[in-house]
């Protein structure tokens, strides 16, 4: 039999989509904690959603370049189970906070073409798990989220020390071959799922889930 593919969905901020994706299989749900995003959360709407997440579902908390002070706040509040590191944090950083807070930690890697492959061996000596994602166009607002792919053969067939997550430009229609292509066993989607930036899709989040073959072992 083969590994089960788990998927997250990011950047969900009410109920009822984050209802969606647990029902239909999601393995990760992810709350955005940036203030320019549509996607943002505040520390107690995200505290209300993480509370209604079943066990067993891993909720990520997504943040960018946070410091201590917001990462105490937040994390003293609201019940996450992973913090994905989404800024330019240097694999320095990443090991403070990963022996601050005692938690797994996910470092996104932005890949737009080969010379950004070693980054993610890099942190893949500091982390639990990695986000390889499109690296964000140079006058982008956020640096995630923007629905773009990178050229998935540039990791096609590739092996890292620690388990990795497939990201950028995913949607339901092209997931499936870009699971074929890389041999991913983890994929991570927002906006692919949206149906403007920031309002999620009930249908969107069920159908992607059901074309990368999903399920959290529920
Ligand atoms: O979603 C955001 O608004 C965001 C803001 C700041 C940093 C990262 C952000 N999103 C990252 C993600 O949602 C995903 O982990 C990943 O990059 C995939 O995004 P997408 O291409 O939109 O599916």
């Known amino acids: 039999m083969g590994a089960v593919m788990r998927v997250k969905i990011c950047g969900l901020s009410n109920v009822e989509t984050l209802n969606a994706a647990v029902t239909a299989g999601a393995a ?10 549509p996607r943002h959360v505040l520390v107690e709407q ?9 066990v ?20 003293e509040s ?14 320095d950083r990443v090991a403070d906070l990963r022996t601050r807070y005692g938690l797994p930690i996910m470092k996104a890697v932005g890949i737009a073409d080969a010379d ?8 893949a000596q500091v982390v639990d798990q990695l986000l390889i994602d499109a690296k964000p166009p140079k006058n982008a607002d956020l640096p995630g989220g923007n629905g773009l792919a990178f050229d998935w053969r540039l990791i096609a067939g590739r092996r890292w020390a620690v388990p990795w ?8 229609d092209n997931v499936a071959e870009a699971i074929r292509l890389t041999g991913a066993q983890q994929v991570d989607v927002s906006s692919g799922v949206e149906t403007t930036p920031g309002i999620k899709d ?7 889930i059901r074309a990368a073959g999903g399920k959290n072992g529920h």
């Open 46 to 54: 995200a505290r209300t959603l993480a509370q209604t997440v079943p």
């Open 165 to 172: 997550m497939l990201a950028g430009g995913l949607r339901p």
């Open 28 to 37: 990760y749900v992810g709350f955005v904690f940036f203030t320019k995003s």
């Open 78 to 91: 609201v019940p996450i189970d992973m913090l994905q590191l989404h800024g330019s944090e240097t694999p």
């Open 202 to 208: 009930e249908k969107m989040i069920a159908e992607f």
């Open 56 to 75: 067993g579902i891993c909720k990520v908390a997504l943040t960018v370049n946070a410091d201590d002070a917001f990462l105490d706040e937040m994390l």
């Open 116 to 123: 950004d492959l070693p980054a993610i061996a890099d942190y």
